[in-house]
């Protein structure tokens, strides 16, 4: 396999693994537009992140690409979606997961396909009942205060500026005695680290960083 | 695939979620442009992948917006040394050591139940002082649930009406729900009208965050003049003045106040109020338009005024009024 690049990075994966047949855009499903996708994935997909990389973890040897496996899986989903919305997202999603770890095992033949099987154990957890409406408001405000918590201080610091206090790159800048441009590449690197917070439950950026 | 190719490709997906924030924080800018839209998909339409990255980037960053509607007003605006990273908790709703302690507290709440339940009937009206210093007032025909406790806030308005005068407390954000949507406050005035499928939300001051149906991490940041209407799976927004905003409140007092309104959602007003019900027979007096203000448990004021104005044939029938031209 060639070595991928940024803007081929979707189509990695090879045929068996995939539902595509080799076109190089998303086909639409009928009906199917990119706004209800859009909002389906945001609002079914993405909450489950923390706990799919939790069951990559475990089934996988290798822990330097589970990330790259958690991609495979985003867009595995996202072309299985396209055809109509699953009635069970969490089931098509871990499902999803468990094929394409099979698949895997099966091409690198280095994992016993075992370690991989045991979905139904995992099943438990994933059918979870959803909490009662009246609680997810303030559930909601809690998780959103805990991960902006545990953002760097100095993005954190950023965000919330910018999100809560509504206040302009300008008046950051002069708050925090920084340049905008250093505003901007901590905006960005903090509205990273929130949606890894949020959805993954860990930051890949730390404070060290430039 | 080799081992440093499968790390390529991680590093490869680090690279896209970087470049999803990117693009998010150029959107954010105020001189975000239809040209830098064209762009943005231009690169979304690349390859589901961008999408993806960018839709988990933009997902978070909205959902922040929520904590906006519980915080507290920005103490100052002259603070130019550094920012002490802790006290933008302070400044927030529930500080996280407080949370730790809630499931405790309320469990010890199950045995001694804080909720009680407060009515009016056809015509009549409530004030209800809170513990926590706060105001609900209750319009006609209300139904309301209320949970006020040192721990929690809580209302659900099951049909009516009620203005809220919600007191500033940030640790508790005061939640008010009607049906499927929810209604997240700090401390602000607002009024909420539910009608079967139908609910209305205007926000006098401060904020509130309104969540919609079950939309999951969705919602509404809504500010003073905002006004929401919610019809079924719809939501509307909408800007009205103050002082229209006003008028509607008008009802505190007993009155209501028409402004050019067609004299058939006149009539519908006055038979929220009343036993003896308003009919409008055909559709030329119901788009009559009406000024003036009149006592809401009045019928029979209403009815003498619309037909001196009018000239309205008025017939009585149980308690129907029938007015036709």
């Known amino acids: 396999m060639n070595p991928p690049t940024v803007g081929t990075w979707w189509v990695m994966s090879d045929a068996s693994e995939t539902s595509r047949d080799g076109a190089d855009r998303p086909r639409m499903g009928a009906g199917m537009d990119l706004q209800t996708l859009k909002d389906w994935f945001q609002r079914e997909v993405l909450p489950l992140e923390a706990i799919l990389m939790t069951y990559l973890r ?96 100095k993005y954190r610091d950023v965000v919330v500026m910018r999100r809560i206090d509504d206040l302009s790159r300008a008046e950051i800048a002069v708050r925090l005695g920084l340049s905008e441009e250093t505003i901007t590449t901590y905006l960005r690197r903090g509205m990273s680290a929130l949606a890894d917070m949020l959805y993954a439950g860990q930051s890949r950026h730390t404070e060290g960083e430039p | 695939m080799s081992g440093s190719a499968e790390n390529a490709v991680a590093v490869e997906a680090q690279v896209l979620r970087d470049c999803a924030a990117a693009w998010l924080e150029r959107k954010d800018r105020s001189d975000w442009c239809a040209r830098d839209l064209a762009e943005l998909e231009a690169w979304l339409n690349e390859s589901p992948a961008h999408l993806i990255a960018y839709w988990r980037v933009e997902a978070a960053w909205e959902r922040s917006l929520r904590l906006r509607a519980v915080r507290l007003p920005t103490p100052g605006r002259m603070i130019a040394r550094r920012h002490k990273s802790e006290t933008w908790l302070k400044r927030l709703g529930i500080p996280l050591g407080l949370l730790a302690v809630a499931g405790l507290a309320a469990v010890g709440y199950l045995a001694k139940p804080s909720e009680r339940v407060i009515t009016t009937g056809l015509g009549e009206r409530k004030i209800v002082s809170l513990g926590d210093g706060s105001r609900i007032e209750l319009n006609t025909d209300t139904v309301l649930k209320v949970d006020v406790s040192p721990d929690r806030r809580l ?81 509307a927004k909408l800007r009205e003045p103050a002082e229209t905003l006003q008028n509607e409140l008008s009802w505190r007092a007993g009155v209501l106040i028409f402004k050019y309104t067609s004299l058939a959602d006149a009539a519908a007003e006055f038979n929220r109020y009343n036993r003896e019900k308003l009919v409008v027979a055909d559709t030329r007096t119901a788009d009559l338009k009406i000024i003036g203000s009149f006592p809401a448990n009045d019928v029979g004021m209403f009815v003498r005024a619309s037909r001196q104005l009018f000239g309205l044939h008025v017939e009585r029938s149980g308690n129907q009024v029938v007015l036709s031209r």
């Open chain 1, 58 to 153: 475990q089934n996988w040897r290798d822990q330097s690409n589970i990330e790259d496996l958690l991609h495979d899986v985003y867009l595995q989903v996202f072309h299985g979606a396209l055809e109509r919305l699953p009635e069970n997202p969490k089931a098509f999603v871990f499902t999803t997961a468990r094929n394409l770890l099979i698949s895997r095992v099966r091409r690198h033949n280095i994992v016993p396909i075992e370690t991989v099987a045991d979905l139904d154990a995992l099943g438990a957890a994933i059918d979870t009942p959803d909490q009662e409406r009246s609680t997810i408001a303030r559930e909601e405000l809690r998780r959103l205060q805990i991960a902006m918590d545990r953002l760097p201080a």
């Open chain 2, 155 to 235: 209302a659900s308005i099951q049909k009516g009406e009620a203005y809220f005068q919600i007191a500033h407390d940030p640790e508790h954000p005061f939640v008010v729900s009607a049906g499927a949507h929810r209604i997240t406050v700090l401390g602000t005035k607002f009024t909420v009208h539910r009608e079967a499928n139908r609910l209305e939300v205007a926000l006098l001051e401060g904020r509130i965050w309104l969540d919609a149906n079950a939309r999951g991490g969705h919602g509404l940041l809504l500010t003073p003049g905002d006004k929401v209407v919610a019809t079924g799976d719809r939501l």
